[in-house]
């Protein structure tokens, strides 16, 4: 059994990350901050994330090393990537896009 995770979009705009292990939460600026400080601070171990923004709720299940993407490269990451022919043009389902527009509008 992994950790569990909350990760909340608070009232006054921060970002805040809950359950991990002898760390408070912490109130960061974004999305994507909020998740690589959550993936650091627990060494990319298995995990259950619940994502909490506005009313939308999301659970997510991550395996040791979190190999899913949980948000879109910004769009300078992707565009290195493609130039440097790392990866192809990211692939992108109708939900991810919508937030990704949702997370730059907040």
């Known amino acids: 059994m992994g950790l569990l995770l909350q990760i909340v979009h608070d009232p006054s705009g921060a970002w805040s990350v809950?359950?991990?292990p002898g760390q408070p939460a912490a109130?960061?600026?974004?999305?994507r901050a909020s998740?690589?400080?959550a993936r650091?601070?627990?060494?990319?171990?298995?995990?259950?994330?619940?994502?909490?923004?506005?009313?939308?709720y999301a659970v997510?299940?991550?395996e040791l090393g979190w190999p899913r993407r949980l948000v879109a490269p910004e769009e300078d990451e992707a565009a290195v990537s493609i130039?440097?022919?790392?990866?192809?043009?990211?692939t992108h389902t109708?939900?991810?896009d919508w937030l990704k527009r949702?997370?730059?509008a907040i």
């Open 94 to 96: 109708g939900f991810r």
């Open 60 to 62: 997510i299940h991550q």
């Open 83 to 90: 130039e440097a022919g790392v990866i192809g043009p990211p």
């Open 35 to 37: 998740i690589d400080y």
């Open 18 to 20: 809950h359950g991990l």
């Open 102 to 104: 949702w997370a730059r």
């Open 27 to 31: 109130s960061l600026a974004s999305l």
């Open 40 to 56: 650091t601070e627990c060494a990319a171990a298995p995990a259950t994330i619940e994502l909490m923004v506005d009313g939308f």
